[in-house]
């Protein structure tokens, strides 16, 4: 009975972490490509 509730809950733990840090690191990564697209100029900020 814990085994399963073990598994759930990881499975669970796990979605939701890449729920939150995929987009996260899509953002952070849009970022650095746009900073770098304005090669260090910081017209829109």
Do not use: C, H, Q
């Not at 073990?6 to 987009?23: H, M, Q, S, W």
């Amino acid at each position: 009975m814990d085994n399963e509730i073990l598994i759930t809950a990881l499975f669970l733990g796990a979605g939701l972490l890449a729920y939150v840090i995929i987009p996260g690191l899509l953002v952070m990564w849009d970022r650095v490509l746009d900073y770098m697209g304005n090669s260090g100029k910081n017209e829109e900020y």
